[in-house]
């Protein structure tokens, strides 16, 4: 059985940073894309970050760009995102997700498999 689980979401300060973890287990990851998304209250899932390859070069999306870093490791099954400089706009459920191999972050709705997601919230 599939399954991916996200850790290490809580409640933080603006400015503050925090690191996100993902366990993939139940299939070989090592071929396929795996990305972070999060979904604010009343908004739709977004993408954040991906990484489509071992070795592949990491996307991000522009509100995030400068300040998440997306790391895999490929031999524990982990992935994880690194977020700096955390604002209000921040706050959000996040999840991990896994897609089929490919060169570039498919949409939203084509990933594969999806974690329960990991709560942030930016106060001040």
């Known amino acids: 059985q599939v399954q991916l689980t996200e850790s290490g979401g809580r409640s933080v300060q603006a400015g503050e940073s925090l690191t996100l973890s993902c366990k993939a287990s139940g299939h070989s990851f090592s071929n396929r894309g795996m990305g972070w998304f999060r979904q604010a209250p009343g908004k739709e899932r977004e993408f954040v970050a991906s990484?489509?390859?071992?070795?592949?070069?990491?996307s991000y999306s522009d509100s995030v760009k400068g300040r998440f870093t997306i790391t895999r490791n490929s031999a524990e099954n982990m992935i994880y995102l690194q977020m700096k400089n955390l604002g209000f706009e921040d706050t959000a459920v996040y999840y991990c997700a896994a897609s089929s191999p490919g060169s570039h972050p498919p949409p939203v709705a084509d990933w594969d498999w999806w974690g329960q997601g990991t709560q942030v919230t930016v106060s001040s």
């Open positions: 990484i489509m390859s071992v070795g592949g070069s990491p």
